[in-house]
């Protein structure tokens, strides 16, 4: 019964097949099966998981019906929960506990969801495979020896081993997107702004964004509908109105027309992936949409223009860890300069620290213009460059990565080429327009899950899961089950 | 890039074998990152925000904290409400 979708379990519950007490502990007890080989946690909640499915248990007998209720769900170790640690996978914040809720987290409680732990990831959100976790490498249900991808790496993976029955994640330049590619499920980045960040621990200010990592689009819908809308803690989130999203799971996508950016199918990608994408697409044309070619003509300088502008954010929003407020402080220090920098030397990790340095560098004086500046220009560029696509079509299809799930250890030498597999992902946040991951296809000896992309206008998730939703239901790739 | 004033604006007290290799990595990172010099920005306006928002108000009411928690115990050094820190001077 771990292996529910939502709405499977929405079903159970409220027919009174199954408990909530029942479920939540049939996914602790696949947690004991399979988590000293995934390591997809931080970790968990389980005293707490088994009261919250009690009183779940007890509306439902009550007769009240909410979205979530008694259905568990895992959060990114980066989105706050209060009176339990939230460490953001670094050694910095590994005894922290959040003094309040983030927003996203009241809302799931307000819709009865039980939370079962928080889930690993790269450290601060910062990296593609998990492994520059402080605590641990998560592993990928599908191939042991690969990785989940990142930096949502922990709740791609717990979803495609079935440890909750859906997740949220961030993404930055990619986070919910490529784990989700890499693990076989889906991935939702909401447009920025539809989701309140309050309480997410920040990354990148102008790029980061909550979503859901699920089992189907229409959980993902489900899950949307939760989480989103205005938050008057979060100033940035947007004043929009929030569609019913479930509804857009009954929209006919026969007509609509789906853009197909030239300048990614230019051979950037490993072959067998460019054909389980074309493949894809073929689909979709056959459900009745219409396909154009559109241009992103600015695609080959995103990740220059992403690693600029996401770095110097980075090394702003770090600089509140200096071992005085709250988190690690370092204990070999005879003044307050060098407490700080002992502090932040012994409690960032390799791949923080090479942001950190990256970012302060364009920021300082006499660099400013010719870095930042100028990235923050080229990302206008690129905004343009979706506006104008977008005009053509009512969706954006393209893959979501150059290759499937690498090997543990095979890309951690090279930052660079690390960097530059995130070329797919990373425009939608420079644009700040929502993209979603679905499962397109197998490639390899070892079956290894590939993602295709959907990309919308601004505000237009629901474009994305009517779509969506349509290719899951005349394919069976999201259904297939990681060999764990 | 100089690595050594970077990492002291940065406040990070890297060690030799890490000066060594971020000035490797930031050598081959920056090189990529002038690509964009490749483009002629002169008339582009920067994004500050993608969706144009602008500053956003609202009323100058009191409310309630939202806990009853005390920040300063989460502090890793503290005594009588206050911070504690290494000397200053």
């Known amino acids: 019964m771990h292996r529910t979708t939502i709405t499977q379990a929405r079903e159970l519950l409220h027919s009174k097949k199954l408990s909530s007490v029942q479920l939540t502990e049939a996914v602790f007890a696949r947690i004991d099966a399979v988590e000293d080989k995934v390591q997809a946690f931080a970790h968990l909640m389980r005293e707490k998981a088994i009261e919250q499915a009690k009183a779940a248990d007890a509306r439902i007998a009550k007769g009240e019906d909410l979205p979530l209720l008694g259905v568990p769900i895992a959060l990114k170790d980066l989105i706050c929960t209060q009176g339990s640690r939230t460490t953001c996978a670094s050694k910095i914040l590994d005894q922290f506990v959040a003094p309040y809720n983030a927003t996203v987290v009241n809302r799931l409680q307000a819709a009865g969801a039980v939370i079962v732990g928080k889930t690993n990831m790269d450290e601060f959100a910062m990296g593609s495979s998990n492994e520059n976790s402080s605590q641990h490498p998560t592993m990928n249900p599908w191939a042991l020896d690969r990785v989940p991808g990142g930096s949502s790496g922990g709740s791609a993976a717990a979803v495609a081993s079935h440890e909750c029955i859906a997740a949220l994640g961030s993404d930055t330049g990619g986070s919910i997107r490529q784990p989700a590619a890499f693990c076989g499920v889906t991935g939702l980045k909401p447009t920025y702004g539809r989701v309140s960040r309050f309480g997410l621990v920040a990354f990148a200010s102008s790029l980061d964004q909550i979503g859901p990592i699920t089992k189907s689009v229409a959980d993902a819908a489900t899950l949307l509908n939760v989480i989103g809308g205005k938050d008057k803690q979060d100033s940035t989130s947007a004043n929009v109105p929030l569609p019913d999203f479930t509804k857009s799971l009954s929209q006919d996508v026969k007509g609509m027309k789906l853009g197909i950016p030239k300048e990614y199918f230019t051979g950037g990608m490993q072959p067998e992936v460019e054909k389980a994408v074309q493949e894809s697409i073929r689909i979709l044309e056959s459900l009745g949409m219409q396909t154009v070619e559109v241009s992103l003509p600015h695609l080959d300088y995103a990740v220059a223009a992403y690693y600029i502008i996401a770095c110097a954010e980075a090394s702003t929003n770090l600089s509140r860890y200096d071992g005085v407020k709250y988190g690690y402080r370092s204990a070999k220090s005879d003044n307050l300069v060098n407490m700080y920098e002992n502090t932040r030397e012994e409690g960032f990790g390799e791949e923080v620290k090479r942001r950190i340095i990256l970012g302060t560098f364009v920021l300082s004086s006499g660099y400013y213009d010719a870095y930042y500046l100028k990235g923050q220009k080229v990302r206008t560029l690129i905004k343009q460059d979706f506006e104008n696509a977008l005009e053509k079509c009512d969706v954006i299809a393209s893959p979501v990565t150059p290759y499937p799930a690498f090997k543990l250890g095979e890309k951690m030498d090279d930052p660079l080429q690390m960097y530059l597999a995130d070329i797919y992902t990373i425009s939608a946040n420079l644009a700040g327009i929502p993209a979603m991951s679905i499962p397109c296809g197998f490639v390899g000896t070892e079956d290894l899950p590939v993602g295709l992309q959907l990309m919308g206008k601004h505000f237009d998730e629901a474009n994305l899961i009517a779509v969506g939703h349509k290719f899951q239901q005349a394919t069976d790739f999201h259904t297939k089950q990681a060999p764990i | ?89």
């Open chain 2, 1 to 89: 890039m100089d690595i050594e004033r970077v990492a002291k604006l940065a406040r990070l007290k890297l060690t030799d074998a890490e000066k060594d290799r971020f000035s490797k990595q930031m050598g081959t990172i920056i090189e990529y990152i002038e690509k964009l010099n490749e483009l002629d920005t002169k008339n582009v306006e920067p994004t500050a925000h993608v969706l144009g928002l602008n500053n956003v108000f609202r009323d100058d009411v009191a409310t309630q904290p939202l806990t009853d928690h005390e920040p300063i115990n989460d502090s890793p050094a503290h005594s009588k409400g206050h911070y504690e820190v290494p000397k200053i001077l």
